[in-house]
């Protein structure tokens, strides 16, 4: 069986997703904060909310809206990997959220365990620690 040697474990994903989200997180914020302002640029008026590239005060390159998507879509890979490890099955709509060092990985799903009974909502906890 061959193991690829970079291989993230399960809690060095959930990791790199809290990460991301932070980043994620702050590019939104700077980007809310611009978009509030106009800048002067090469004669021109920028409205920054609408532009690709965003820009701060000193009309440096912060970050493009390319790349809160890039890294969106890297969690959601991630997610989406960490999903699958945990054999969640049948998925409709997953959330991961953090509380405090907690993950809480929410699916809902139609899926019938052995036949007996009807699972509507699962929630798994995993822990960081």
């Not at 991961?96 to 799903?109: A, H, L, N, P, Q």
């Amino acid at each position: 069986m061959f193991i690829e040697k970079n291989a993230m474990t399960l809690q060095e994903k959930f990791e790199e997703i809290i990460k991301i989200d932070q980043q994620i997180s702050t590019l939104e914020y700077e980007i809310d904060q611009l978009s509030q302002k106009k800048y002067n640029l090469k004669g021109q008026i920028v409205d920054v909310k609408h532009a690709q590239i965003i820009l701060d005060e000193k009309n440096s390159i912060i970050s493009t809206k390319n790349e809160i998507e890039e890294l969106a879509a890297k969690r959601d890979e991630l997610s989406n990997y960490i999903i699958d490890e945990l054999n969640l099955i049948e998925i409709e709509k997953v959330s991961i959220r953090v509380e405090d060092s907690y993950w809480t990985v929410c699916k809902t799903t139609e899926a019938v365990n052995n036949g007996l009974y009807d699972v509507n909502e699962a929630t798994l906890t995993y822990f960081i620690s």
